[in-house]
């Protein structure tokens, strides 16, 4: 059992957030008087009192509210809950979506001391169900009724596409063949072939956002600029080859050229990222032969799975 011990909000982005004694929340949009609120996934912004205190006692007094936090709790272990934890607050209940974040413009704590917790500790919730949060309410781990639907985010890796000479084609496809299967796309990707900002996004997705499947369409060819495999595999902690072979090896089936693939498949903790060719009639020929069989390894990715092993 947790407490609500600060309420902070904030009229501009960007700016200090102030202490309330109450706030009232809308359900799939946030604090009404937060200028975060909206149609997105980081809606509330949760930091536990006790990193606060961890970092007052370098000798920094800072306010509730100077991390850009909306609540500031105690007794729960909020860095260490998983997205898709529930959070239930009389009326209001939370849905845990991100795990930190990126730093793009450093914050007046940062700027002041050198550091700043909420990138490292910080967590965010979108509202599930809306009501009044008042400070000293409690907060509790609430279970979920239900198994959560896998959620998953498509990134497509083209030059062409991402100035807008090219109309990608392959992305909604593979959108649209998620979703029939019950998935929730959480979010899509449309980025040159480039390295190092592929590396970017699928450690965000798979560290932050924890989404349980990424699919990347393009760059697994033979041209000079095709790097997607490469930067897969820098941010793998497990190689998974047997979902690309079987691709490959069904794919030569349909054309000889399904051996020039460089497509790899690995995890990164608990998230499969698994590559798929630039094509949409590719992409569909391959989800075709994977789908039906990825939810076993996305339960054992979870937890959830139980034995291999054929009866």
Request: net charge neutral.
């Amino acid at each position: 059992m947790g407490k609500i011990e600060a309420i902070c909000i904030s009229k501009v982005r960007g700016t200090q957030k102030s202490t309330v004694p109450k706030v009232e929340l809308k359900a799939e949009w946030g604090i009404t008087t937060d200028a975060h609120a909206g149609k997105w996934h980081r809606q509330v912004s949760l930091l536990a009192l006790e990193k606060i205190t961890e970092f007052r006692c370098k000798g920094v007094q800072v306010e509730y509210g100077a991390f850009g936090e909306n609540l500031v709790t105690s007794g729960l272990a909020l860095r260490a809950l998983p997205v898709g934890t529930l959070l239930r607050s009389g009326e209001v209940l939370l849905e845990i979506t991100q795990i930190g974040k990126e730093c793009h413009s450093h914050c007046a704590i940062y700027k002041t001391v050198g550091d700043c917790i909420m990138p490292r500790e910080g967590i965010f919730a979108r509202v599930v169900q809306g009501g009044e949060l008042t400070v000293g309410d409690e907060l509790h781990i609430e279970n979920r009724g239900q198994k959560r639907p896998y959620q998953a985010a498509v990134i497509t890796l083209s030059d062409k596409g991402s100035n807008g000479e090219r109309e990608d084609k392959s992305g909604p496809a593979i959108v649209e063949r998620l979703t029939q299967k019950g998935y929730e796309v959480v979010e899509t990707l449309l980025l040159p072939d480039d390295e190092a900002m592929l590396k970017t996004q699928l450690l965000r997705l798979a560290d932050q956002r924890q989404v349980d499947l990424i699919l990347t369409t393009g760059g697994t060819g033979f041209a000079a600029r095709d790097i997607t495999p490469e930067a897969t595999l820098a941010v793998a902690t497990k190689v998974v080859p047997g979902i690309a072979e079987a691709m490959r090896a069904l794919s030569l089936q349909i054309t000889k050229r399904a051996m020039l693939s460089r497509a790899v498949s690995v995890i990164r903790k608990r998230t499969l990222i698994v590559n798929l060719p630039g094509s949409p009639k590719a992409c569909e020929e391959c989800l075709d032969f994977i789908l039906d069989t990825l939810p076993h390894g996305l339960d054992l990715l979870r937890g959830e799975g139980g034995e291999c092993a054929r009866q």
